[in-house]
């Protein structure tokens, strides 16, 4: 059996062996923790001077190769490029994009840099499986340097309509070095869609629909690939003994003596302007304003733990967070009674999972998100007999799949208050219906589901690359 080689710049913390906040990390931890195979990228430091080198460091079936970055390297690959221009675009924030010529020259750089720390660790039967918006033009640079093995990519985040990605001034270079993969994955069908409009339009080239959930065939800039939608999971029953065995822990006890019988919404997100937080608390406000019934009797958790936090775009955002919850609880507090609970912290799963099944109302509202795993989270979380409602931006990639879920527009601030008032309320029955659709849902495309197919259509793609286009 070949070698999985996963590439990713965010790398789970090897120390705690467990994942670090963002889906990225927690999905491919929970994908690779059961094949075993060699996890390669950043090690999470910023260094001065000194050239970076590899470490390397078995921990059970894993074996994880991380390097770290000089301080120019950081600023233009990773809070450049990648962070100030691709994640905004392809988040639909371009009144967020800054582009500077140099960053991309910087994240190019990198790539190509990586690329040559990982080849003196390849086999030639390795299968390498290269993940997220940071690393797009890493096949390149791998077959550059020679490397002729299956290259797979997978994109964690929104693929955005090509009417917003013209606004990266290099999109058509990162539209060809996509190609240069011999399959691409993406979270959800309108993702797949929008990259096969951009070829098709934008680049000249030709799509050809798979037969029968075959992969789309694309051919572009000279060569033929082939790209689908494999939307990532969770494992839902692990999520459930966790949830279940974390009530009786010290945090999900004190959470619970503390709301004293009041109802509970939660949430939890890096603390990202694409999530929707602002819009989220303005909501919760408006259903306090509109049923006051629910004041002193519903109490709204929101988990955020900072992230990106040199960047100007997520200082403003944590400024204006503060001030919105500051306004809030100022305008309802009581004595006894704080409405938005708003934690900068990280907690371990378990905690997550039990806050989650203690809660009545799931709430995930991001402007947009590839997936976010939360929700999916949330859902597993739940007990069966008695489970909460989750509130689901329609902008999610889960909203495609979980559809038991209250789906709501995350601007629609009445939209979104009328879905937490008609979800604190939901008979039992109905919250009975639609857990047992979801739950089903995300059974049947666990995470090792969404592994398996990715990688039977790498290794099956072998071959691919010598058709030609269709006249
Ligand atoms: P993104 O990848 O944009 O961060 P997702 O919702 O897909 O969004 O994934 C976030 C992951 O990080 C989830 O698995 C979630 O449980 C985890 N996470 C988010 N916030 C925290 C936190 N405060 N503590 C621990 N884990 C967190
Ligand atoms: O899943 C989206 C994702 O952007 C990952 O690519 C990333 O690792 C994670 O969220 C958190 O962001 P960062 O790695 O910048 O802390």
Redesign the pocket.
Known sequence: MSRLIIVSNRVAPISEGG?????????VYDALKETGGMWFGWSGEVLSSTPPHIDVVERGPVTFATIGLVRRDYDQYYRGFSNATLWPAFHYRADLIQYDRHDFEGYCRVNAWLAQQLVPLLREDDVIWVHDYHLIPFAQALRAAGVKNRLGFFL??PFPAPQVLLSVPPHRALVEALCSFDLLGFQTVPDLRAFCEYVVHEAGGQVEAGADKAPTLVHAFGRTLRAQAYPIGVYPDEIAQLAKAGTRGKPARTMKATLHERKLIMS???L?Y??GLVERFRAFERLLDQVPAYRNHVSFVQ???P?RADMHAYQDIRLRLESESGRINGRFAELDWTPIRY?H?????QV?AALFRQSHVGYVTPLR???????K?YVSAQDPDDPGVLVLSRFAGAAQELTGALIVNPIDIDGMADALAQGLAMPLAERRARYRDMIAQLRENNVSVWRDNFLRDLKDGEGTAKRRAPR
């Open positions: 994942p670090a906040a963002g889906g990225l990390a927690v999905g964690h985040i939890v997100d890096r990202d694409s999530k988990i955020a733990p992230t934690i912290r990280q907690y371990e799963r997550l998100d590839g997936m976010n795993l939360v929700a989270e």
